[in-house]
């Protein structure tokens, strides 16, 4: 994988991917299982550029424990045949949710802005991943986290929620993400929580190309 600094000029669609993923104490023992659930999910999206030719696809990771919210994964550019890397989590601490979701998605639009990718042609599609709930962020609130959300949505960002506890349906709905799915509190729970969003990933970004008008011939 390769950091891209440029502007992919030739490509007609473009792709984002943005997973913030917990890493708080309470992740310990899915640790295993959400390192490679994650390393699935960028093997999939490497498949996708051979199926999905005309999509260009880049992808940007970020975890957050105690008080640190960590970009892990800087925005990357996969390719074909490049080697994946694995991600490294050292469970810790709180979670402070909304710094997350806030930093995370607010470093992203500046890039994308940075790199020239228009609406028009990029889809951006963020996923969070969490076993618990907010408890300690320090420079976003509900409202803030929201308000961001809500504008970032109307640029044609999509957000997804996966979380393994009670309170799920109704965080999803409070921060206005546009989907979301309660997993099991497991190494099982969490690998099928991925892989669903894997899975719907890659309808998505079919549906995507149908809607640019680009060839069908080669998408899955």
């Known amino acids: 994988m390769t950091q891209q600094n440029t502007s992919p000029s030739k490509e007609k669609a473009v792709s984002v991917t943005l997973m913030i993923i917990d890493e708080s104490g309470s992740m310990a023992s899915l ?10 999910i960028l093997q999939s999206i490497q498949q996708e550029r051979e199926s999905m030719p005309n999509l260009i696809q880049y992808v ?4 957050f424990c105690q008080n640190s919210v960590r970009e892990k994964q800087l925005l990357t550019k996969i390719e074909n045949g490049e080697e994946l890397q694995s991600l490294a989590l050292k469970p810790n601490g709180s979670t402070p949710l909304f710094d997350a979701i806030g930093t995370a998605c607010t470093k992203l639009e500046n ?3 940075h790199l020239k990718l228009l609406n028009s042609n990029t889809m951006v599609t963020v996923a969070l ?3 618990g709930y907010e408890n300690s962020s320090r420079e976003f609130s509900l409202k803030e986290t929201k308000r961001l959300i809500e504008r970032l949505k109307g640029q044609g960002w999509s957000f997804n929620y996966y979380g393994s506890d009670q ?3 109704e965080m999803s709905e409070k921060l206005s993400f546009d989907h ?3 997993v099991e509190y497991s190494s099982e729970g969490f690998r099928e929580g991925m892989r669903s969003y894997s899975i719907k990933s890659s309808h998505d970004k079919v549906e995507y190309l149908k809607k640019m008008g680009l ?3 080669d998408i899955l």
């Open 180 to 182: 979301s799915m309660k």
């Open 31 to 40: 640790k295993k299982a959400t390192e490679e659930s994650h390393l699935g």
């Open 167 to 169: 309170s799920v349906e």
């Open 111 to 113: 890039q994308l802005t």
């Open 60 to 63: 940007n990771t970020w975890t």
């Open 215 to 217: 060839n069908h011939d």
């Open 129 to 131: 991943f969490t076993d």
